[in-house]
């Protein structure tokens, strides 16, 4: 069995929550909105969650998606390890964390 562990800068006991593994957009579409609308209509359906999102950092540093994860107000507050992940050996991602109802409230 795959060795994970997971520590974070705030408790998730009883607080509801949506962990996004990953998002992706088609690549001839990227750059028109999509990722945005994404989560838009996720936050609108879960708006007493707080919405997490993993982005890989190590062995590879998703920088973009970092960039677009932080532009929609996420904030890092943890970090994910594990042995084997998703085919990558020792694998280590940020968890980001943005509270539902403050996208509501944004420009979405
Ligand atoms: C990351 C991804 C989902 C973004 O989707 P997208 O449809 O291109 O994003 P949008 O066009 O909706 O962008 C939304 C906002 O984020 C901003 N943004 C998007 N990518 C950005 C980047 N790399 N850096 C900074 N800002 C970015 C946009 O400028 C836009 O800002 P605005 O709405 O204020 O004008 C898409 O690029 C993708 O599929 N990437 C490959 C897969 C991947 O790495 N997914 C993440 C796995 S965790």
Same mark, same amino acid.
């Given at each position: 069995?795959?060795?994970?562990?997971? /520590?974070?800068?705030?408790?998730?006991?009883? /607080?509801? @929550?949506?962990?996004?593994?990953?998002?992706?957009?088609?690549? /001839?579409?990227?750059?028109?909105?999509?990722?945005?609308?994404?989560?838009? /209509?996720?936050?609108?359906?879960?708006? @007493?969650?707080?919405?997490?999102?993993?982005?890989?950092?190590?062995?590879?540093?998703?920088?973009?998606?970092?960039?677009?994860?932080?532009?929609?107000?996420?904030?890092?507050?943890?970090?994910?390890?594990?042995?084997?992940?998703?085919?990558?050996?020792?694998?280590?991602?940020?968890?980001?964390?943005?509270?539902?109802?403050?996208?509501?409230?944004?420009?979405?």
């Amino acid at each position: 069995m795959s060795q994970i562990s997971w /520590e974070a800068t705030f408790l998730l006991e009883n /607080e509801p @929550c949506v962990y996004v593994d990953r998002i992706a957009t088609r690549p /001839e579409y990227r750059g028109r909105g999509v990722g945005r609308a994404l989560y838009s /209509e996720l936050f609108s359906h879960y708006r @007493c969650h707080t919405i997490l999102a993993g982005i890989a950092e190590s062995p590879f540093r998703n920088d973009a998606s970092i960039r677009f994860h932080e532009h929609l107000g996420f904030r890092r507050v943890g970090t994910y390890r594990a042995a084997q992940f998703a085919g990558i050996r020792n694998y280590v991602g940020g968890i980001f964390q943005r509270a539902a109802q403050q996208f509501a409230g944004a420009d979405a």
